[in-house]
C-alpha cells in the first residue's frame, strides 16, 4: 500500500539509486488544503528516493541536484522553482499499518463544529476531538494527499499534555484510516521530540525516512 501511495503522489517509485528527480502534473494543481505544493519528495534510510517537481522544472532540478548534491536544494531549490521566499525542509517520514491498540480517544465531528480551534478546521469532514466538561482539549485531523495516503495532524492544548492523550488520539484516527484500505502517515520535524514520542507510542516506527518539501517562509 506505501508503494503505491507514494507512486501516485510522487508520480513515481521505488527509486533505482539515489535521489531521482520526476516531473509531476500533481505539483501544478492544488493540495488538498488549495495550497501550492511545488516540490515534494520521500527518501528511504538509504537516501534513495524520488523528489517530485513540475514538469517543466526536472531538468533544471537534475541538473542542480548532479552538479551541486542534494545539500544545495535547501538553499538553490526555491529561486529555481521561482518560490525564493520559502524554504526547502527535510523532517521525518513514518507510516503505519499496525497502529497500537491504545484506548480509544475522542469521538469524530464535523470540521466546522462548535467550539474547536482554527487549525482543526481547513481539514475536510470529520475530525477527532477529545473534550472535557464539553470543551476541546485535543484534536485531530487528517490531510488527505490521496485516497491511498492520509497524513495525521495532531494538536493538544496545554494544560492537557502529558496524560498519553495525543498517543490514544493518533492510534484511533490511524486504525480507522487502515480500516478504510489507505496507509496512514505521520510526519515531524526532527527536533520535535514529543511528536517522535507520540508517533512511536501510536505505533509509527521511525525507520530513517525522510519527507523533503517546499513550504511557505511563515
Known amino acids: 500500500m506505501l508503494e503505491s501511495f507514494l507512486r501516485t503522489w510522487l508520480g513515481s517509485w521505488p527509486s533505482p539509486g539515489g535521489l531521482v528527480v520526476v516531473g509531476h502534473a500533481a505539483r501544478e494543481k492544488a493540495r488538498w488544503d488549495g495550497g501550492e505544493q511545488l516540490a515534494i519528495g520521500v527518501t528511504d534510510a538509504?537516501?534513495?528516493?524520488?523528489?517530485?517537481?513540475?514538469p517543466g522544472r526536472v531538468d533544471a532540478v537534475t541538473d542542480l541536484v548532479a552538479t551541486a548534491g542534494f545539500g544545495a536544494l535547501a538553499g538553490r531549490l526555491p529561486a529555481l522553482l521561482g518560490r525564493p521566499e520559502?524554504?526547502?525542509?527535510?523532517?521525518?517520514?513514518?507510516?503505519?499499518?499496525?497502529?497500537?491498540?491504545?484506548?480509544?480517544?475522542?469521538?469524530?465531528?464535523?470540521?466546522?463544529?462548535?467550539?474547536?480551534?482554527?487549525?482543526?478546521?481547513?481539514?475536510?469532514?470529520?475530525?477527532?476531538?477529545?473534550?472535557?466538561?464539553?470543551?476541546?482539549?485535543?484534536?485531530?485531523?487528517?490531510?488527505?494527499?490521496?485516497?491511498?495516503?492520509?497524513?495525521?495532524?495532531?494538536?493538544?492544548?496545554?494544560?492537557?499534555?502529558?496524560?498519553?492523550?495525543?498517543?490514544?488520539?493518533?492510534?484511533?484516527?490511524?486504525?480507522?484510516?487502515?480500516?478504510?484500505?489507505?496507509?496512514?502517515?505521520?510526519?515531524?520535524?526532527?527536533?520535535?521530540?514529543?511528536?517522535?514520542?507520540?508517533?512511536?507510542?501510536?505505533?509509527f516506527p521511525d525507520l530513517g525516512w525522510k519527507i523533503h518539501a517546499l513550504a511557505g517562509s511563515a
Do not use: Q
Open 46 to 54: 538509504a537516501g534513495n528516493g524520488v523528489l517530485s517537481v513540475p
Open 86 to 203: 520559502h524554504r526547502f525542509y527535510t523532517g521525518v517520514f513514518r507510516w503505519s499499518d499496525a497502529p497500537a491498540d491504545l484506548p480509544d480517544a475522542g469521538e469524530w465531528e464535523p470540521s466546522d463544529g462548535p467550539g474547536l480551534p482554527d487549525w482543526l478546521r481547513p481539514f475536510p469532514g470529520e475530525v477527532l476531538v477529545a473534550r472535557e466538561d464539553g470543551r476541546y482539549v485535543a484534536g485531530v485531523g487528517l490531510k488527505p494527499h490521496d485516497p491511498t495516503g492520509l497524513e495525521i495532524s495532531v494538536g493538544t492544548e496545554e494544560h492537557a499534555r502529558g496524560r498519553g492523550l495525543a498517543r490514544r488520539l493518533v492510534a484511533r484516527a490511524a486504525r480507522r484510516i487502515v480500516a478504510g484500505g489507505a496507509v496512514a502517515l505521520y510526519l515531524h520535524d526532527p527536533a520535535n521530540v514529543a511528536s517522535a514520542h507520540v508517533a512511536d507510542a501510536a505505533g
